[in-house]
């Protein structure tokens, strides 16, 4: 099964950077298309950026692009969500997603099939 699992949030000042992993616990997450997505406080689950199985497409939501990149490595099974010029809009608990599909990339949760517990975001101003 593939269980992702997420690191490297905290609290981190506006202005500031800070990179999140995902990592399996169980099956690699290596064949996955990966995602991550995000849910503010009191707000549904929005979608931040999404990357293929080998890496070579991305996506991004608009309000993210040029300034968060996803990123993957793949003989370490890791994905990474690098994440600068962070602002108090970016608060929210960050989760990484895996569909089976490798070379689909979509914006809509419900295609995404194995979820992370989250990690917590806080950016302060």
Not at 19 to 39: D, K, V
Not at 79 to 101: F, G, H, I
Request: with cysteine.
């Amino acid at each position: 099964q593939v269980q992702p699992v997420e690191s490297g949030g905290g609290l981190v000042q506006a202005g500031g950077s800070m990179r999140l992993s995902c990592a399996p616990s169980g099956r690699a997450l290596t064949t996955n298309t990966m995602a991550w997505f995000r849910q503010p406080p009191g707000s549904e689950r929005e979608f931040v950026a999404a990357i293929t199985s080998t890496g070579y497409t991305t996506s991004y939501a608009d309000s993210v692009k040029g300034r968060f990149t996803i990123s993957r490595d793949n003989d370490k099974n890791t994905v990474y969500l690098q994440m600068n010029s962070l602002k108090p809009e970016d608060t929210a608990v960050y989760y990484c997603a895996a569909n089976p599909n490798r070379a689909y990339i979509t914006s809509n949760p419900a295609v995404y099939n194995y979820w992370g517990q989250g990690t917590q975001v806080t950016v302060s101003s």
